[in-house]
T-cell receptor, first 112, second 112 residues
Framework: GEDVEQSLFLSVREGDSSVINCTYT??????LYWYKQEPGAGLQLLTYIFSNMDMKQDQRLTVLLNKKDKHLSLRIADTQTGDSAIYFCAELGALNTDKLIFGTGTRLQVFP | DAGVTQSPTHLIKTRGQQVTLRCSPKSGHDTVSWYQQALGQGPQFIFQ???????QRGNFPDRFSGHQFPNYSSELNVNALLLGDSALYLC???????????FGPGTRLTVL
């Protein structure tokens, strides 16, 4: 089946690290993505990881993939108030499909 | 390098009416996907167009139709609007053979 789950809310203090978690069900997913959505805006691609990788780091962002448990996480180091937004994880479905399957999103609130 | 653009930004319609939304892909991209994002939810895949044909479709009724033009731009048409069609409609573009989709700012449709 197709299902991507995320926790709804995360609140962190400015300067701390944030970790947003995601679980997915399609073991044949090829790519997994993290998108950011600010209020009233579209989706901004943050980073992605290929399914044969365990980790990917891109500046303040670190993505960890546990394929056995179908668990994906996004760590944001030194979280800033500008990081406040909704974060979506998405999987690219099984082979020969081009549709992204999204979670319900995690609202990250950063307080000073 | 222009990103994905969508028009209009906002739209208000009444039940039973028809609506057309437009999307221009990122420069160099040839594939356009449409997603519906209801309030508080993650985006849901509607369909994807490539070479002016619908390549893949999600679980949406036939009231939702689309078109792709020779310049790769695309339209989403929704007939017989229902209150439940109120949502943010997102267009994403990609290049065939590459698996990353880039999103536009969306069109917010309100059905009264």
């Amino acid at each position: 089946g197709e299902d991507v789950e995320q926790s709804l809310f995360l609140s962190v203090r400015e300067g701390d690290s944030s970790v947003i978690n995601c679980t997915y069900t399609d073991s044949s997913s090829t790519y997994l993505y993290w998108y950011k959505q600010e209020p009233g805006a579209g989706l901004q691609l943050l980073t992605y990881i290929f399914s044969n990788m365990d980790m990917k780091q891109d500046q303040r962002l670190t993505v960890l993939l546990n394929k056995k448990d179908k668990h994906l996480s996004l760590r944001i180091a030194d979280t800033q108030t500008g990081d406040s937004a909704i974060y979506f994880c998405a999987e690219l479905g099984a082979l020969n499909t081009d549709k992204l399957i999204f979670g319900t999103g995690t609202r990250l609130q950063v307080f000073p | 390098d222009a990103g994905v653009t969508q028009s209009p930004t906002h739209l208000i319609k009444t039940r039973g009416q028809q609506v057309t939304l437009r999307c221009s892909p990122k420069s160099g991209h040839d594939t356009v996907s449409w997603y519906q994002q209801a309030l508080g939810q993650g985006p849901q895949f509607i369909f994807q167009y490539y070479e002016e044909e619908e390549r893949q479709r999600g679980n949406f009724p036939d009231r939702f139709s689309g078109h792709q033009f020779p310049n790769y731009s695309s339209e989403l048409n929704v007939n017989a609007l229902l209150l439940g069609d109120s949502a943010l409609y997102l267009c994403a573009s990609s290049l065939t053979g590459e698996d990353t989709q880039y999103f536009g700012p969306g069109t917010r449709l309100t059905v009264l």
